[in-house]
Nanobody
Framework: VQLQASGGGSVQVGESLRISCTASGRRGISYALGWFRQHPGMEREFVAGIDGRGDTTSYADSVKGRFTVSRDSGSNTVHLQMNSLRPEDTAVYYC????????????????????WGPGTLVTVSS
């Protein structure tokens, strides 16, 4: 799978930002999609995910109520709308995809290196 992310950048505390990612690869597959993030010197952590049909979403407790994950109908494009951003949201955000389509595979973190996008930096300044 190939993953291409867009968006990211620098914002002030309380502002909003949207990052998007498109997965391409096997035809006819509805990938489960999601986002992880990595703070400097820390392990990557799950942020949000959505299953292949778009029926089920999951969020880390730290972003619930502020972030919304969605996907374009009929495509493998996922968006992460981030509102009320905080300095602790500053991180490199990685898009992930799994062809099995289930949310659990995203939450656990895909194992294949090609299932991770290159990362996009989000910086929140106070």
């Amino acid at each position: 799978v190939q993953l291409q992310a867009s968006g990211g950048g620098s914002v002030q505390v309380g502002e909003s930002l949207r990052i998007s990612c498109t997965a391409s690869g096997r035809r006819g597959i509805s990938y489960a999609l999601g986002w992880f993030r990595q703070h400097p010197g820390m392990e990557r952590e799950f942020v949000a995910g959505i299953d292949g049909r778009g029926d089920t979403t999951s969020y880390a407790d730290s972003v619930k109520g502020r972030f919304t994950v969605s996907r374009d109908s009929g495509s493998n494009t996922v968006h992460l709308q981030m509102n009320s951003l905080r300095p602790e949201d500053t991180a490199v955000y990685y898009c992930v995809a799994d062809p099995r389509g289930t949310i659990s595979t995203i939450i656990a973190g895909p194992r294949g290196p090609d299932q991770w996008g290159p990362g996009t930096l989000v910086t929140v300044s106070s």
